[in-house]
């Protein structure tokens, strides 16, 4: 079954830790995308990459980190930085330059 | 990107045709008309794009004003799980960089028994 999956679909953070949000696609997709949606508010673009050993910051970076050692996984990872990370995390894919986005079913990371 | 500007919601009868309106004045020849909506806890699905002419699939049809400066997405028998919020978007495509998406707040849609 082809798609885009993410892991794990709620994820608990203690103060001062680093959690990694795991995102797999196996469509074969060049680029692949991490978006932040805060309650009743849009996206925000965080890290995206568009080939495989090469990634971009988006608007909201800092405190974030990423990785795209294979074509298919894009982790993110959301360090002791990031102050405020309680959020619904979606990584999208996309074929090529110009094609649709697709998205995974989102992580919600919570803060204890 | 062009803005684009939905209603806040709106209702309809189960199995009637949803029609959901979008605005986007502004827009670029070059930019196409993108639907998504999110189901609430979900990632946004995408549902149908185009840039000048109708396009229908198997989900919904688009149509688009001929000086495109408004689309309406038309779900032609609505079911109670197509309640959802749904974004209006425009997109230039093949831009180079991020090609990220803008989501505004989207419209709320409320499939009613």
């Known amino acids: 079954d082809g798609g885009i999956t993410q892991s794990p679909k709620y994820l608990f953070r203690k103060e001062g830790q680093n959690v990694t949000l795991s995102c797999e696609q196996n469509l074969n997709h060049d680029a692949m995308y991490w978006y932040r949606q805060d309650p009743g508010q849009g996206l925000r673009l965080i890290y995206y990459s568009q080939i495989v050993n090469d990634f971009q910051k988006g608007d909201i970076a800092e405190g974030y980190s990423v990785s795209r050692e294979k074509k298919e996984s894009f982790p993110l990872t959301v360090t002791s930085a990031q102050k405020n990370p309680t959020a619904f995390y979606l990584c999208a894919s996309r074929l090529r330059q110009g094609e649709t986005q697709y998205f995974g079913p989102g992580t919600r990371l919570l803060v204890l | ?113």
């Open chain 2, 1 to 113: 990107d062009a803005k684009t500007t939905q209603p806040t919601s709106m209702d309809c009868a189960e199995g009637r045709a949803a029609n959901l309106p979008c605005n986007h004045s502004t827009i670029s020849g070059n930019e196409y008309v993108y639907w998504y909506r999110q189901i609430h806890s979900q990632g946004p699905q995408y549902i149908i794009h185009g840039l000048k002419n109708n396009e229908t699939n198997e989900m919904a049809s688009l149509i688009i004003t001929e000086d495109r400066k408004s689309s309406t997405l038309i779900l032609p028998h609505a079911t109670l799980r197509d309640t959802a919020v749904y974004y209006c978007i425009v997109i230039r495509r093949n831009q180079g960089g991020s090609e990220k998406l803008v989501f505004g707040k989207g419209m709320k849609l409320t499939v009613n028994p």
